[in-house]
């Protein structure tokens, strides 16, 4: 998959953070499909916080007790433009014939 096509992981601020304090322990963010959490003395631990997709926030959409949060997105934008990110990602989605070369075509 293209998303960063290169740039370092771990150099893009986007992972979840959960509030001990509200997990309620419903297992929803057990789901991700990024085997981002560990399960840990009936409550989830964010145990592989760059394996979480940049953008994605699902786990905290669905979480019961409302104990997931994430950084602001705005400088994870400000990377995308500075790398030439999106440029790049859609350059890759173009080869993958996943998207038009232009619009239109
Ligand atoms: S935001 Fe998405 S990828 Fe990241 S931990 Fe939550 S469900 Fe997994
Ligand atoms: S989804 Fe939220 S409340 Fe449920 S186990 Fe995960 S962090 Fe706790």
Same mark, same amino acid.
């Given at each position: 998959?293209? *998303?960063?096509?290169?740039?370092?992981?771990?150099?893009?601020? *986007?992972?979840?953070?959960?509030?001990?304090?509200?997990?309620?322990?419903?297992?929803?963010?057990?789901?991700?499909?990024?085997?981002?959490?560990? *399960?840990?003395?009936?409550?989830?631990?964010?145990?592989?916080?760059?394996?979480?997709?940049?953008?994605?926030?699902?786990?905290?959409?669905?979480?019961?007790?409302?104990?997931?949060?994430?950084?602001?997105?705005?400088?994870?934008?400000?990377?995308?433009?500075?790398?030439?990110?999106?440029?790049?990602?859609?350059?890759?989605?173009?080869?993958?014939?996943?998207?038009?070369?232009?619009?239109?075509?």
């Amino acid at each position: 998959m293209p *998303w960063l096509t290169g740039f370092p992981r771990k150099e893009v601020p *986007w992972f979840p953070t959960i509030d001990a304090k509200k997990c309620v322990g419903c297992g929803m963010c057990m789901n991700c499909g990024k085997n981002v959490y560990d *399960w840990v003395e009936g409550k989830a631990v964010v145990a592989r916080p760059y394996d979480c997709a940049v953008g994605c926030s699902t786990c905290a959409a669905l979480c019961q007790g409302k104990a997931i949060s994430f950084p602001e997105v705005g400088p994870v934008r400000a990377i995308y433009v500075r790398e030439k990110i999106w440029t790049k990602v859609k350059e890759q989605l173009v080869e993958q014939s996943k998207i038009p070369s232009q619009e239109g075509e």
